[in-house]
């Protein structure tokens, strides 16, 4: 399946309007698999780095439960998505298009995290956060290991043709 070149990196910027931390964790669990995303990697290349994502992708799935956390769309919550999604988002763009790939990446998803907010906090008031947590986790993860096996299928068939990058 051939997917337009920089859809991926579109959709990753839609799971992190979300969650945050998920398309790193997503990516780390691919790097960890030893696959590759298409984009050139450096951060998620590093252990202490593909580790950390991981514990942070688990701890904002927990804390995002919790009544004290606070709304994707303070400060530190975009900027965690601006950082999150324009690091997969150029990992996940084809090779020599990376920063355009980050920069759709992060156009997709600051604007998005006001409108899967507002859908969170109508899906709180009917069902609770707790569960409009669990059902929003579910979908977001479920997206963003959707989008990342899609395109690190993609991205390993091409680094197998080139020497050094498998």
Not at 65 to 74: H, Q
Not at 141 to 159: D, K, P, T
Request: proline share 5%; net charge positive.
């Amino acid at each position: 399946m051939k997917l337009p070149k920089l859809l991926s990196s579109v959709l990753i910027g839609a799971v992190a309007s979300a969650r945050s931390m998920t398309p790193m964790a997503t990516i780390a669990v691919a790097r960890l698999a030893g696959r590759r995303p298409p984009g050139h990697l450096v951060l998620l290349d590093r252990p202490v780095v593909k580790w950390g994502a991981l514990a942070m992708g688990a701890g904002e799935l927990v804390g995002d439960k919790m009544k004290t956390a606070p709304d994707r769309t303070v400060f530190l919550g975009l900027l965690a998505r601006v950082m999150s999604a324009g690091i997969a988002g150029a990992a996940l763009a084809p090779r020599g298009r990376e920063r355009a790939g980050a920069a759709v990446a992060v156009a997709t998803a600051v604007p998005l995290a006001y409108a899967t907010l507002a859908a969170r906090k109508r899906a709180m008031a009917r069902i609770g956060q707790t569960r409009s947590g669990l059902i929003e986790d579910a979908l977001v993860v479920a997206a963003g290991a959707a989008i990342v096996a899609l395109s690190v299928r993609q991205g390993g068939r091409h680094a197998a043709r080139r020497p050094g990058l498998a």
